[in-house]
T-cell receptor, first 112, second 112 residues
Framework: AQRVTQPEKLLSVFKGAPVELKCNYSYSGSPELFWYVQYSRQRLQLLLR??SRESIKGFTADLNKGETSFHLKKPFAQEEDSAMYYCALSAGSGAGSYQLTFGKGTKLSVIP | EAQVTQNPRYLITVTGKKLTVTCSQN?????MSWYRQDPGLGLRQIYY???????DKGDVPEGYKVSRKEKRNFPLILESPSPNQTSLYFCASSASRDEKLFFGSGTQLSVL
């Protein structure tokens, strides 16, 4: 069974400091990985996905299959980055079905 | 406007009284799923559906039922709610496993 681990429940950084939100996964096949974000009083929304290799709002994430990690990074944190961040893995569960598993989330707090 | 619509937004009920939370999407998405969000536990998948008449259990399916009779609708049914099902529920849809999930605005359920 697949698993997603976000080791930090809460991460506090100062504005302008680099940010790294950790995500590790366990899955024997080829996963599809995502980062979702939930700002205060808003619905969850996709931040980025590894297959598109894009940078959204200054965030990037690289899939490291050797370390089974998909850490989210931003060189300079902004106050508006304060939110709940979820790492998610989409993996096959047999017969063409795909199950999406979320980590428990990391709350990022950017201190002015 | 492309969106996922959940109803109701808030629901208070008593133990054992059957309830249904509706979810509808207008994007012709094949994949739909339900999650519950609990403090410290993050998002956990309840059920998902790859297409009409195809549903699969997620991580926490006990006490829930779903149906997918039409592509656009994916209701969540609690036949006999219990207090441990008090939670924030999200419905989501996507075109496929590789595409981003669109989330509904959530349903806050309290079972007394």
């Amino acid at each position: 069974a697949q698993r997603v681990t976000q080791p930090e429940k809460l991460l506090s950084v100062f504005k302008g400091a680099p940010v790294e939100l950790k995500c590790n996964y366990s899955y024997s096949g080829s996963p599809e990985l995502f980062w979702y974000v939930q700002y205060s009083r808003q619905r969850l929304q996709l931040l980025l996905r590894h297959i598109s290799r894009e940078s959204i709002k200054g965030f990037t994430a690289d899939l490291n299959k050797g370390e089974t990690s998909f850490h989210l990074k931003k060189p300079f944190a902004q106050e508006e980055d304060s939110a709940m961040y979820y790492c998610a893995l989409s993996a096959g569960s047999g017969a063409g079905s795909y199950q999406l598993t979320f980590g428990k989330g990391t709350k990022l707090s950017v201190i002015p | 406007e492309a969106q996922v619509t959940q109803n109701p937004r808030y629901l208070i009920t008593v133990t054992g009284k059957k309830l249904t939370v509706t979810c509808s999407q207008n994007m012709n998405h094949e994949y739909m799923s339900w999650y519950r969000q609990d403090p410290g536990l993050g998002l956990r998948q309840i059920y998902y559906s790859m297409n009409v008449e195809v549903t699969d259990k997620g991580d926490v399916p006990e006490g829930y039922k779903v149906s997918r009779k039409e592509k656009r609708n994916f209701p969540l049914i609690l036949e006999s709610p219990s207090p441990n099902q008090t939670s924030l529920y999200f419905c989501a849809s996507s075109a496929s496993r590789d595409e981003k999930l669109f989330f509904g605005s959530g349903t806050q359920l309290s079972v007394l």
